[in-house]
T-cell receptor, first 113, second 114 residues
Framework: QQQVKQSPQSLIVQKGGIPIINCAYENTAFDYFPWYQQFPGKGPALLIAIRPDVSEKKEGRFTISFNKSAKQFSLHIMDSQPGDSATYFCAASTQGGSEKLVFGKGTKLTVNP | DSGVTQTPKHLITATGQRVTLRCSPRSGDLSVYWYQQSLDQGLQFLIQYYNGEERAKGNILERFSAQQFPDLHSELNLSSLELGDSALYFC?????????????FGEGSWLTVV
C-alpha cells in the first residue's frame, strides 16, 4: 500500500517556468512532510519541510503548499533553472521528524535552457 | 558532500551469497538509518539505530540484518541474496531522532545480484 502518492512521474519545463509537484497521503497521523532533491549518483538531500500547522512555507525559490483537509501537499519551484533538473521526492512521517520516512515514488524534473 | 560515507560504492555478487555494506555517519551523529531504493519500490525505510540500539524497523527482510557499533559506524548485512535484492542501498544519519533534525544521506552502495 503506497501511503504517499506523488505525481507526475516526470515533468519538463522551460527555464523560468514554475514546475509543480503534487503529493497526497492517507495517514492522518503524518505530522512532518519534507521534500528531497536527488541528483544522479548522489543521495537525496533535504530541500524544504513543513508541518501540518502551517499552510505554506517558502525557502528561496522553493515553496511548499499544504492542504490538511485534502491531505495534499505540493512543491513549487519559482523561476526554475537547468540546475534544478533532478528527481524530487516528497515524504512523510508520524514521528514529527525524520524517523521512518515514507517516500513518494519521485518526480524527474527536467528544466530546459 | 553530506559527510556520510558508504562503502563499497558498487558491488556485484551472485544469488545466494552474502554481502556487508558499511556506513560511517557524519561526525557527531548518533542515529543511523538504512534505506533501499529500487525502480519498482522507490525509497523504502529499512531500519534505524540510535547510539548502538535498534530504534525503528521498516520493511526489512528477515534475510537482512544490521547493527551499529560503539564507534557509531553501521553495517547492513544481506544474505541469501536474490535477484530482486539488486538496488541502491542508502545510509543516512542525524544527530538524534528528535523533531526537526535533518537526516543526511550518503551516496549509496549499488548492489547488483546476478
Amino acid at each position: 500500500q503506497q501511503q504517499v502518492k506523488q505525481s507526475p512521474q516526470s515533468l519538463i519545463v522551460q527555464k523560468g517556468g514554475i514546475p509543480i509537484i503534487n503529493c497526497a497521503y492517507e495517514n492522518t497521523a503524518f505530522d512532518y512532510f519534507p521534500w528531497y532533491q536527488q541528483f544522479p549518483g548522489k543521495g537525496p538531500a533535504l530541500l524544504i519541510a513543513i508541518r501540518p500547522d502551517v499552510s505554506e512555507k517558502k525557502e528561496g525559490r522553493f515553496t511548499i503548499s499544504f492542504n490538511k483537509s485534502a491531505k495534499q501537499f505540493s512543491l513549487h519551484i519559482m523561476d526554475s533553472q537547468p540546475g534544478d533538473s533532478a528527481t524530487y521526492f516528497c515524504a512523510a512521517s508520524t514521528q514529527g521528524g525524520s524517523e521512518k520516512l515514507v517516500f513518494g515514488k519521485g518526480t524527474k524534473l527536467t528544466v530546459n535552457p | 558532500d553530506s559527510g556520510v560515507t558508504q562503502t563499497p560504492k558498487h558491488l556485484i555478487t551472485a544469488t545466494g551469497q552474502r554481502v556487508t555494506l558499511r556506513c560511517s555517519p557524519r561526525s557527531g551523529d548518533l542515529s543511523v538509518y538504512w534505506y533501499q531504493q529500487s525502480l519498482d519500490q522507490g525509497l523504502q525505510f529499512l531500519i534505524q539505530y540510535y547510539n548502538g540500539e535498534e530504534r525503528a524497523k521498516g520493511n526489512i527482510l528477515e534475510r537482512f540484518s544490521a547493527q551499529q557499533f560503539p564507534d557509531l559506524h553501521s553495517e547492513l548485512n544481506l544474505s541469501s541474496l536474490e535477484l530482486g535484492d539488486s538496488a541502491l542501498y542508502f545510509c543516512a544519519s542525524s544527530v538524534d531522532p528528535g523533531q526537526g533534525n535533518t537526516i543526511y544521506f550518503g551516496e549509496g552502495s549499488w548492489l547488483t545480484v546476478v
